[in-house]
């Protein structure tokens, strides 16, 4: 399978807790999105790296979340001190972006994401 | 402010029938890319279709077709001869050239009815 993947699929903490998810995206693709999607909405942006560098970091998070790209190939997403807010699905997305042009094409291949539960 | 807004929580079309799904967006950046996902019960995001702002043309991928209108900043989604499989939310999203967030709708549940 060549797709992006995910790890853990589902996981369900108490409140307090810290938890890490992992994002192995396709193996060519320099760019890594987070994305948190809560029942009834579109995915919202939480951070972007090219290659190993984290380029942006959405006010939705907070310093409660890290996440971290150290090889420029996976990606981990951490959340400490969990609340019952953070109960959603994370989803991280991966794209080879090509630049350049006056619209520049950036298709993004998703992973089924990490469902996490707050208790 | 960058803003897509689907104004259709949820649509029914009949079997083998056309669906349009509406999309519109609000955003300052002169350059962007505009793109439509389908998301099923399953969860995974799959992408559809994608329109440059600067393409002259209306995207077309198989079923799937873009009806572009830059002046009005819609991206409507239309479906051709719908098919049961076709069931599930539809996202709409924008890129905008000179950042890397992409910004999505709230989604529209299609149902696709025999």
């Known amino acids: 399978d060549t797709g992006v993947s995910q790890d853990p699929r589902h996981k369900i903490t108490k409140r307090g807790q810290n938890v890490t998810f992992r994002c192995d995206p396709i193996s060519e693709h320099n760019r890594l999105y987070w994305y948190r999607q809560t029942l009834g909405q579109g995915p919202e942006f939480l951070t972007y790296f090219q290659n190993e560098a984290q380029l942006e970091k959405s006010r939705l998070l907070s310093d409660r979340f890290s996440a971290e790209r150290p090889k420029g190939s996976f990606s981990t997403l951490e959340i400490q001190r969990t609340e019952q807010g953070d109960s959603a699905m994370y989803l991280c997305a991966s794209s080879l972006g090509t630049s350049g042009g006056l619209s520049s094409y950036n298709e993004q291949f998703f992973g089924p994401g990490t469902r996490l539960t707050v208790l | 402010a960058q803003k897509i807004t689907q104004t259709q929580p949820g649509m029914f079309v009949q079997e083998k029938e056309a669906v349009t799904l509406d999309c519109t967006y609000d955003?300052?950046?002169?350059?962007?890319?505009l793109f439509w996902y389908k998301q099923p019960s399953s969860g995974e995001m799959i992408f559809l279709i994608y329109?440059?702002?600067?393409?002259?043309q209306n995207a077309t991928e198989g079923r799937y077709s873009l009806n572009f209108q830059k002046a009005r900043k819609s991206a409507n989604l239309v479906i051709s001869a719908s098919q049961l499989g076709d069931s599930a939310m539809y996202f709409c999203?924008?890129?905008?050239?000179?950042?890397?967030?992409?910004?999505f709708g709230t989604g529209t549940s299609l149902t696709v009815i025999p």
């Open positions: 999203a924008m890129n905008p050239n000179t950042g890397n967030q992409f910004y």
């Open positions: 329109q440059g702002s600067y393409d002259q």
């Open positions: 955003t300052s950046d002169p350059s962007y890319g």
